[in-house]
């Protein structure tokens, strides 16, 4: 699979320890990219960075916490001698629960995570992609980040200002050679949407299954298909995009219906239709 797209790329991602983010640190590796693995797990972050030899080195990272997303990023020019993708990738489901009743603490907390850590990701990424003149930024949004109703408040609302940070911030760097992108997976097999679906995040071969059974392409959605998107975005092949969000979630967001209109009882349809008009 692997075709060198990505050689001598340096990149960050965050929330690389597990689901999306491992997902994407294999890809990027395969691809050619030298990657710094930041994350708040630390086990599995080095373990996963041990497994890939000399090519991957792991930051404990979290990304509420600016000195340690600075930290990353400037590991990123010490041990690789650049920084060319910045992947801000680590999440949470977060506060959960009616507006009226959700604690402003979790609320607060879910905003630190989901959005403060994306603009931590950013800011110190371009500190570093301005002076070299070229770098790709990209961030993880939701397609809750595009339709109401497909998570909670805090998430939903964290999730469409990520979108709407990365066409800001692209209007800015975008003079300096560097491209700002996000992608908005839909329902992804982790331990994370596990945890949501089921109520124990090790289910995932259940979790499989109810995101299978509920996509329109009757497949579920892995974690390689948001680091194909990324291995994308953060290559050259994207050089003449930016401000853009990739969503990745069979159809979801913009197909709506399930074709039954197209379908064998169409013609039922017809029918009511004119039996309405008679």
Not at 53 to 62: P, Y
Not at 138 to 166: D, N
Not at 191 to 202: E, I, K, R, Y
Not at 259 to 269: S, T, Y
Request: hydrophobic share 40%; charged share 15%.
């Amino acid at each position: 699979m692997a075709s060198g797209r990505l050689d001598g790329k340096v990149a960050v991602i965050t929330g690389g320890s597990s689901g999306i983010g491992e997902g994407t640190v294999r890809r990027f590796v395969e691809e050619g990219a030298r990657v710094v693995i930041a994350d708040i797990q630390d086990e599995p972050g080095q373990a996963l960075a041990a497994s890939l030899g000399s090519v991957a080195t792991f930051a404990h990272t979290d990304v509420t916490n600016e000195d340690q997303v600075a930290r990353a990023v400037d590991t990123a020019v010490s041990t690789f001698g650049r920084l060319d993708v910045m992947f801000n990738n680590a999440g949470i489901v977060g506060a959960v629960g009616r507006i009226s009743e959700t604690p402003a603490d979790q609320w607060d907390r879910t905003v630190a995570i989901l959005l403060r850590g994306v603009f931590l990701g950013m800011k110190h990424a371009t500190r570093v992609m301005i002076p070299q003149g070229s770098g790709a930024v990209i961030s993880t949004s939701s397609t809750a980040g595009i339709l109401g109703g497909l998570g909670p408040h805090c998430y939903t609302a964290c999730k469409h200002a990520v979108i709407g940070l990365t066409k800001s911030v692209a209007s800015e760097v975008a003079q300096h050679g560097i491209r700002v992108n996000a992608i908005s997976p839909g329902n992804t097999v982790t331990a994370m949407t596990s945890a949501v679906m089921t109520g124990d995040h090790t289910q995932i071969e259940t979790a499989t299954k109810h995101i299978a059974a509920s996509s329109m392409l009757g497949i579920p959605g892995l974690p390689i298909d948001i680091a194909n998107a990324a291995v994308y975005l953060a290559s050259d092949e994207s050089r003449y995009v930016t401000a853009h969000t990739l969503v990745v979630d069979a159809g979801q967001t913009t197909i709506g219906g399930n074709g039954r209109f197209h379908q064998q009882d169409a013609q039922l349809f017809r029918e009511a239709g004119i039996r309405e008009r008679s």
